[in-house]
């Protein structure tokens, strides 16, 4: 399978803990964004990846999210002290340079923070 | 603040008929709009896309249209299927002005019902 992969697929943890995902682009594509979609909602968008640089990043990402893409190939976000408003979908996508508006995503994580 | 909206939550459509989302930017800055549908359990699907410099798209049985001055794009899909029962989420992005961001700012989404 060649798409974007998402580490787990769900995640219960409990309030106060941390918790890290994993996001495995499509192998040759630079560029890398996650995006959180909560019930109701769109995407949104939380940070973007060129290579390994981190480029960007929305004000939705508290100081408690961190997120990393080491070599420029996988990327982990990184929530600690996880709180319930954090209970949401993760969503990484991808795109290549010469298809840069066509994201692809990957199928989410699902946090639910008791 | 909704830079994109999509005001319809649901719409349902008999098999066969024309199924038509709207959707509506507030963002002049927006030069690059796209269509994804998603399935439950699974992460949006790029369907189809069009530039600012187009008012029309198409691909297949799906056409978007691209109103500027109104701000508004709307997504025909001629005939429709229940497959294509999901919902569908308009996008947007600033190409010219991101830099080398190309994010995406989402609509709500249109849960679209086609019945057989």
């Known amino acids: ?114 | 603040d909704q830079q994109v909206k999509q005001n319809s939550p649901s719409l349902s459509v008999q098999e066969g008929r024309i199924s038509i989302l709207n959707c509506d930017y507030t963002n002049s800055m927006f030069d690059y709009f796209l269509w994804y549908k998603k399935y439950p359990a699974e992460g949006p699907t790029f369907l189809i896309s069009i530039s600012s410099i187009k008012d029309k798209n198409e691909d297949g049985r799906f056409t978007v249209f691209l109103n500027k001055s109104a701000k508004h794009l709307s997504l025909h899909i001629v005939p429709s299927q229940p497959g294509d029962s999901a919902v569908y989420f308009c996008a947007a992005s600033a190409r010219a002005s991101g830099g080398s961001n190309y994010k995406l700012t989402f609509g709500k989404g249109t849960l679209l019902t086609v019945n057989p």
């Open chain 1, 1 to 114: 399978d060649t798409g974007v992969s998402q580490d787990p697929r769900h995640k219960i943890t409990k309030r106060g803990q941390n918790v890290t995902f994993r996001c495995d682009p499509i192998s040759e594509h630079n560029r890398l964004y996650w995006y959180r979609q909560t019930l109701g909602q769109g995407p949104e968008f939380l940070t973007y990846f060129q290579n390994e640089a981190q480029l960007e990043k929305s004000r939705l990402l508290s100081d408690r999210f961190s997120a990393e893409r080491p070599k420029g190939s996988f990327s982990t976000l990184e929530i600690q002290r996880t709180e319930q408003g954090d209970s949401a979908m993760y969503l990484c996508a991808s795109s290549s340079d010469w298809a840069r508006d066509e994201q692809f995503f990957g199928p989410g994580t699902r946090l639910t923070v008791l």
